[in-house]
Structures are given as structure tokens and as C-alpha cells.
């Protein structure tokens, strides 16, 4: 592949292509027999928001290396002062390009803590890498009968006036990388996981020092230091502006913020969303006096949200059902901020419950080995994480997931599947216990039912989702519905909810169902709707006073 790079889209001093008309799409090979451009392809973004985030990087002591970035590398500096390397911008990005030609792709991978999906172009030689945290999409356009990937974007969208009717859109699986030098076959290897141990920070995994402590006792102390190294590292990050956020009453982001707020991070600002009946705002109320912090309550409208939906499928890219939820959330939030222009970067708990086994038809597990095997199985298909991402894009706003560090996810992982299953009719029993009598949580958050970031947007009387669920019915046609299955071979819609959600992705990416490998469905039969308030197994779930249980137990 030849990188053929307009010189007037590059700007002198840096070599960073401008915001307006940047390449985002990388051809690597021809798309028909007349054709005979094999290099990036020019696609026109002007006015797309997140153009700026994903405009190419270049630097002159690489010619030919191009690179195309979604990322957040929070410890860039660490690495520029290790290697003494020379950035040639201000973009903390390069530093993949240098660490790449210093090391290897893999063993500069290694060392990069962060969040990252991306593009890089060397010569002849292109990877399409992306972490094992699947909060950042990369896609490629892969044809029937041809080897590789025959251009590639992040985001499915850019790729869709070039897939034809054969062609089909895919994910790059979870930390992998995919890599040819196009007169090759195209290879894909694996390189990182949730389970793997990174290469940065070692110190902090290293035994501590606590003469007459048992081994779970050091490794849960070292637990606590690497949560806390992890939410400072990113609050501290030089790239950061005004920093936020998204603040419910439970554990995840209670703890995010007690860190940010000790760690004296200026002028933070939380937020919450929910309708006029979300039990949850006073507990969000409660949590943010406790961190000092200047509170948002942003009203949300199921009414509006109906109306927000093809939108919202157009940015999340996706059919799925929970995701989508999730994403009418989100994007009722980040319409808010960008509105009132209030922070450059929103913190998040997502991904701790899956890390954790927080969901409560965990409980159902008969045994460690079932716990275990059911969530390898849900980590491997990260539905809904890069949903946060791409929402937040649009409108500016860089979301990081401290819980989905690899530094806390292997460390957490380590530990046995019989101390991680639930215990006593309590979700995240362990995590809980790693964390009590610590300074970054009170006991009574701690001990707290978790509730569903979806579903604690309303009461359970008056369930949001159900609103939601009749204007989609109301919107969709009988007969049609009754034919879903000869329609929809794949993943095929059981609610009309889903098959309304499934009609609007059709508009707009046209045979690119497989783009949504699956879709959510809670396990151990528990029922078939992502909400755990429908699930035949939430009454018990509300009979457990954790708090009394553990006090008796003491």
C-alpha cells in the first residue's frame, strides 16, 4: 500500500492534517478491476464533530508512517521521558508512532496504558489494533473470496458508501491486531485481554511490605492502591480539561469520585440523569455534597428519547437492545453538557460490573466453574462499551473507564473465581469486602443494592422503559412484526421494541446486520429483556438487606 498523503491538508510545523476535508478511510486494496488507487482514501467530514479527534498523525523522522488515532494515552509522558523521544506535536498520541518504531508494535503496545483503538500506516505494512477493553471501535470492509480487509475506519459509518451489496462490515476483535502488507495473506494475533497482566506499573503490583498480613490481605491492599493510581493518573493526565462525572448512587462511581475529590481535582462537576421519578437522585444528591462537587440533574424525557433514536442508532451503530437504552441515556447527558459547554471529559463506573460479575443473575451460578465460564464468555463480547465512546465523540467529550484499566482488571481477575462468586445473596461480594474499611467508600454506599444504571433513571412504578416499549409498538406494523423471523434470520427481534430498533438500523446501514455479532441476553434463563427489574429473579434480589447481612456476620 502506498501512503500518499495531500500536502495541503498538513499543516508545516506539526504535520497534523487540519479539521476539514482529512482521509479517514484507508483502502488497501482495489475495490474493482478499474481501479488503481492503493492508497488512504479522501473522505469529506466537514462539520462531523468528531473530526478533529481522529485526524491523522504524521512526523518527519518516519516518512511513510501514518497514523490514524481514537485514543487517550495516559501515561505518554512517562514514555518520553523514558525513551528521551522528541514529539513533534502536542497531540499525546504520537507517542504511539515513536514507540512503534523504537520497539515493535507489540512490545510498544505493552507499555502503553490507555484507551486506544487506531490505524498505522508504514510504508507497505498497515495494523488495525484495538485494546482489550472494547470501549473504542475499529472496523474493516472485508469482501467475499478476497484475503483481508479491503479498507478500514473507526467507525462503521465510513465505510458504508464503499461496501457494495457483497461486501461486509466487521469488528477487530477485542486486543488484537490485525496486520499485511497487502501482497501477503493478512494476519491477526492476539495480544492482550482483560486477564492479561500489562507492562506498565509494575511497581505497583509488586508485594507490599506488610509484616504479619495473610496473601489476600496484601493483594487486596494492592487492590485499593491500583484503583486509586488508575482514577489519578487519568485525572491528572495533561491532556484533561474540565473534568466530570457521571455520578449515580451506587459503588462504581461513588468511589471514582471520592478519589477525584482527594486527589483536590478543581472545579469537578457530576451529573445526573433520570425522570421526575428516579429514586436514585437522592442518593446522586447525597454523593455529590459528599465530593464537593458542582451537581448537574439533567430531566430526562422518554418522549424525547423516542424521538432520539434514529439519531442515536446512527451514532451508536448498533441494534442492541440494551445498548441502545444505555445510549438514549447517554446521549441525554452529553446533549446537556455540550449545550452548557460544562467539561472536556466525563469519568465513568462502566464496566466494573462486568469485570465483577455484578449483574444479578450471577447469583444463579451453582458453582464457581459456571461463574467463571459465563463471564469469560460475557467479556469477550463487550456490548454496549464502545456505545459510550461514540456517543461522547460527537459531542466533544472524551468518557474514560477507570475500571476497564488492564493494570485493575487482571489484578482483580487473579483472584480466585470461588473468593469472586456472590456470596450471602450478594452481587460483587468480594469487591465489597476488598474494599471495605477503606477511605474510598462509606459503608453504607458500599453495602448497597446495586441497581441498573438504566433502570435507576426511574421508579419502578412508573418504568421508563415501559413508556418506551409502547411508543416503539405503536410505531411498528403488525404484519411485519408477525414475519420477523423470515426477515430477520439474524438475531432475530422477539419484542417489537427490538424490532423497531432493528428497522431504523436497517435504514441506515443496509445489510449490515452481522455488524451486531449478538445482542444481550441476561444468562441462567432468567428472562429474555436486558432489565433486570423484568427478570424473575429481582423480588429475592430486593428481600437481601446486604448491610444487616454482613453486620451479622461480624
Not at 37 to 59: L, Q
Not at 195 to 216: E, H, I, T, W
Not at 463 to 480: A, G, P, T, Y
Request: hydrophobic letters at 35%; one cysteine or more.
Amino acid at each position: 500500500m502506498l501512503v500518499s498523503w495531500d500536502q495541503e491538508f498538513i499543516s508545516d510545523k506539526n504535520k497534523i492534517f487540519k479539521y476539514g476535508t482529512i482521509k479517514l478511510v484507508v483502502r488497501f486494496q482495489k475495490l474493482n478491476a478499474d481501479d488503481t488507487a492503493w492508497y488512504p482514501e479522501c473522505t469529506s467530514i466537514d462539520n462531523i464533530p468528531y473530526a478533529a479527534k481522529y485526524r491523522p498523525i504524521s512526523v518527519d523522522k518516519y516518512p511513510g508512517v501514518v497514523l490514524i488515532p481514537n485514543a487517550d494515552i495516559f501515561n505518554y509522558h512517562e514514555l518520553q521521558d523514558k525513551y528521551e523521544f522528541e514529539l513533534q506535536s502536542d497531540r499525546p498520541e504520537e507517542i504511539l508512532i515513536h514507540m512503534y518504531k523504537h520497539l515493535g508494535i507489540t512490545a510498544a503496545l505493552n507499555e502503553i496504558q490507555g484507551e486506544y483503538s487506531f490505524i498505522l500506516c508504514d510504508n507497505e505494512m498497515s495494523y488495525l489494533v484495538r485494546d482489550g477493553t472494547g470501549t473504542r471501535g475499529l472496523c474493516y470492509l472485508e469482501y467475499p473470496h478476497r484475503s483481508g480487509p479491503m479498507c478500514a475506519a473507526l467507525r462503521a459509518s465510513l465505510l458504508t458508501s464503499y461496501q457494495h451489496s457483497v461486501g461486509q462490515i466487521r469488528h477487530v476483535p477485542l486486543g488484537s491486531i490485525i496486520y499485511g502488507d497487502n501482497r501477503k495473506e493478512w494476519r491477526r494475533k492476539v495480544f492482550t485481554s482483560v486477564f492479561q497482566q500489562p507492562g506498565y506499573r509494575s511497581d505497583l503490583l509488586a508485594p507490599p511490605c506488610k509484616n504479619g498480613m495473610s496473601v489476600l490481605g496484601q493483594m487486596r491492599l494492592r487492590l485499593r492502591n491500583i484503583i486509586k493510581n488508575i482514577i489519578i493518573c487519568r485525572s491528572k493526565s495533561s491532556t484533561i480539561g474540565k473534568v466530570g462525572l457521571l455520578l449515580s448512587g451506587g459503588l462504581n462511581s461513588r468511589v471514582i469520585g471520592n478519589v477525584l475529590r482527594d486527589s483536590q481535582v478543581k472545579g469537578l462537576k457530576t451529573f445526573f440523569v433520570g425522570t421526575k421519578t428516579a429514586h436514585e437522585r437522592t442518593s446522586s444528591e447525597n454523593g455529590a455534597r459528599s465530593i464537593g462537587s458542582i451537581h448537574h440533574d439533567i430531566m430526562f424525557d422518554p418522549k424525547q428519547a423516542f424521538e432520539d433514536i434514529p439519531k442515536v442508532i446512527e451514532l451508536a451503530e448498533t441494534y442492541d437492545t440494551a445498548s441502545i437504552r444505555k445510549a438514549l441515556l447517554l446521549y441525554t447527558v452529553c446533549k446537556y453538557i455540550h449545550q452548557h459547554n460544562a467539561i472536556d471529559v466525563l469519568f465513568c463506573g462502566e464496566g466494573l460490573d462486568d469485570i465483577a460479575g455484578s449483574q444479578i443473575y450471577y447469583k444463579q451460578a451453582k458453582c464457581a466453574d459456571e461463574f467463571q465460564t459465563t463471564l469469560e464468555n460475557n467479556l469477550r463480547r463487550p456490548i454496549g462499551r464502545e456505545v459510550f465512546d461514540k456517543i461522547g465523540s460527537w459531542f466533544g467529550i472524551r468518557i474514560v473507564f477507570p475500571f476497564l484499566d488492564p493494570l485493575f482488571t487482571s489484578h482483580y481477575l487473579n483472584f480466585t473465581s470461588e473468593d469472586r462468586i456472590p456470596r450471602f445473596g450478594i452481587e460483587k461480594y468480594f469487591l465489597r469486602v476488598c474494599l471495605d474499611h477503606s477511605d474510598l467508600i462509606t459503608e453504607e454506599v458500599l453495602w448497597k443494592h446495586r441497581e441498573d444504571w438504566v433502570d435507576s433513571a426511574s421508579s419502578f412504578d412508573r418504568f421508563w422503559i415501559k413508556n418506551l416499549q409502547r411508543m416503539c409498538s405503536k410505531s411498528v406494523n403488525n404484519e411485519e412484526f408477525e414475519k420477523r423471523e423470515e426477515t430477520y434470520l439474524h438475531n432475530t427481534p422477539l419484542t417489537t421494541e427490538e424490532f423497531f430498533y432493528r428497522q431504523t438500523f436497517e435504514k441506515i446501514f443496509s445489510e449490515q446486520q452481522s455488524l451486531v455479532p449478538a445482542i444481550f441476553r441476561p444468562s441462567f434463563g432468567v428472562g429474555t429483556d436486558p432489565s433486570p427489574r423484568t427478570w424473575n429473579i429481582y423480588p429475592q434480589h430486593l428481600c437481601v438487606d446486604f448491610l444487616a447481612t454482613v453486620r451479622m456476620m461480624v
